[in-house]
């Protein structure tokens, strides 16, 4: 994302030194699994250059603009779960196009693997898009041309994440031209490659940007409907439980709302209201089993939920059996609760 001179406000570099500091603290946090002694070196070394190399440099906000690396760096380990290759070639992905850093230069300090992944994002970078859904799949093909290694997408996905979450400063075409793109591109790709959540997250940014007031509409309704919602699905679960704790499982079982883009898709595919659309959310049982009892113990669970509630017989889907083509397995049931009303349940085991 481009960058612009530093905002003609006072400044106060102290604090903004701490609060990088503070944000690279809280990167090496949320990097999960043991960090090797070189890989924690890596990743100091890169963040070193980084903040050299970006120093000038802010972002439409008048923030620093290592802020953005980082971030990118952190939603990679963090919500990704990439490791210290990744971190490090994120904390880097934007100083081979936007400052005086060489690829051969990273090359000599990190070896060939992070060369090749910034080397990619700095391609990808300079590849123009058009809005539509033909470029969509030619620009999707030229992505994964381009990407030798499959970090170079995790990582652009990250970047995008970011822009998303920070495209309040930008002027309202470039955010509807971002926004469009993401839709288009990212938010499918991310779809492709299994990150339901951050697919989400691209999908509702979007809509927020391309429609607001009917993003503002469905958001307040979800809000407002928040405690209801709540209570229906302690009511709803306390009998699964039972079962559960009664075979001795160790479960864990989650009710959330669906995303306010797959909400908005289901009012306009089948032309009802918010108020219509029965599945708003969906309730998730994750169960803690060993791999080779997964498929039985999944089953065993589908057999309490609809002792108690009556399924649907066209809305199930066994992706357990014959797992999504991205490798996505769960077993998705849709049942009527007492009070008239479907719900979607979700269950899978911990690793899947």
Request: overall charge positive.
């Amino acid at each position: 994302m481009s960058t612009v001179q530093p905002p003609p406000y006072e400044i106060d570099l102290e604090k903004e030194r701490e609060e990088i500091i503070a944000r690279y603290k809280g990167l090496l946090r949320s990097i999960r699994g043991d960090r090797t002694p070189e890989g924690a070196r890596m990743i100091r070394k890169a963040f070193n250059i980084s903040v050299e190399a970006h120093k000038e440099q802010r972002r439409k906000s008048g923030e620093p603009y290592i802020y953005h690396p980082i971030e990118v760096a952190r939603i990679c380990a963090a919500e990704i779960g990439l490791g210290a290759t990744s971190v490090t070639a994120a904390l880097l992905h934007d100083t081979v196009e936007d400052t005086d850093l060489t690829l051969e230069e990273v090359r000599e300090m990190f070896g060939e693997t992070v060369a090749v992944i910034v080397d990619g994002l700095t391609k990808i970078s300079g590849v123009q898009f058009q809005t539509d859904s033909m470029q969509a799949e030619n620009f999707r093909k030229v992505l994964l041309t381009l990407s030798q290694d499959v970090r170079v997408i995790l990582i652009k996905l990250a970047d995008r994440l970011h822009n998303m979450r920070t495209l309040d400063n930008m002027a309202r075409d470039k955010q509807l031209k971002i926004a469009s793109e993401t839709l288009f591109l990212y938010a499918p790709l991310a779809h492709r490659l299994g990150l339901y959540n951050i697919k989400n997250q691209l999908e509702d940014l979007s809509l927020k940007y391309k429609e607001p007031d009917i993003y503002n509409e469905i958001e307040t309704k979800l809000k407002k409907g928040e405690a209801v919602r709540k209570r229906f699905i302690s009511r709803f679960t306390l009998p699964i439980k039972e079962s559960l704790d009664k075979e001795g499982f160790t479960y864990e079982i989650k009710g959330r709302p669906k995303s306010i883009h797959s909400i908005y898709n289901k009012m306009l595919k089948k032309n009802v209201t918010f108020e219509e659309v029965y599945d708003v959310f969906a309730i998730r049982i994750i169960i803690d089993t060993k791999q080779e009892l997964e498929k039985a113990d999944c089953w065993r669970v589908y057999s309490f939920v609809t002792d108690y509630y009556q399924p649907s017989p066209d809305r199930l889907r066994d992706w357990i059996s014959t797992p999504k083509a991205n490798g996505y397995e769960s077993l998705h049931t849709t049942v009527m609760s007492p009070g008239g009303r479907w719900v979607e349940v979700q269950i899978r085991s911990k690793r899947m």
